[in-house]
């Protein structure tokens, strides 16, 4: 699909739209994966993504096709850390929509998000991938924007 694709800051009022969004990622994640491993609540997600944009918590960039169909997103948050040697920022989520994809949607977001963390003195931008070997595709995607593996996984604990 060839599509005249736009990427643009997003606001508040653009939280339902990337919420949807979000939901597709997390179901694409979950099914792959076969593991109930997100909660996902459209309501809650849109109206946590819109509060920490208005207190500019989290900075998306959206992309949108010529017939304005929102078509993928990118997530950052700013980040600190002695070892990063300073401010960077972690991009939480990316998504871009399988009709969409190998149509460089991708390739724009990170492009975004890495000016915008010129922009902002960032020294780095992290990302986590999607479990491996099941998303391979994205690891491979995130090496040929320039990313390097930097060691250690990705822990949480429920609090």
Do not use: C
Not at 54 to 77: C, Q
Not at 96 to 120: C, D, H, T
Request: hydrophobic residues 40%; neutral net charge; aromatic residues 12%.
């Amino acid at each position: 699909m060839n599509a005249n694709i736009t990427i643009k800051t997003a606001t508040p009022g653009d939280s339902h739209e990337i919420a949807v969004m979000v939901g597709e990622l997390l179901s694409e994640i979950m099914n792959t994966i076969g593991v109930q491993a997100f909660n996902f609540d459209l309501k809650e997600t849109t109206d946590r993504l819109r509060d920490f944009l208005n207190r500019e918590k989290y900075f998306v960039f959206i992309a949108h096709d010529e017939g304005k169909k929102a078509v993928g997103f990118l997530a950052l948050y700013e980040s600190h850390a002695l070892y990063a040697e300073g401010s960077f920022g972690t991009i939480p989520e990316l998504y871009v929509r399988p009709e969409y994809r190998s149509n460089n949607v991708g390739f724009r977001l990170v492009s975004q998000a890495k000016s915008f963390g010129v922009s902002r003195g960032w020294k780095r931008l992290e990302v986590t991938t999607p479990p491996l070997p099941q998303f391979d595709k994205t690891l491979a995607f995130y090496e040929r924007e320039g990313f390097a593996i930097s060691g250690g996984r990705k822990l949480k604990v429920v609090l």
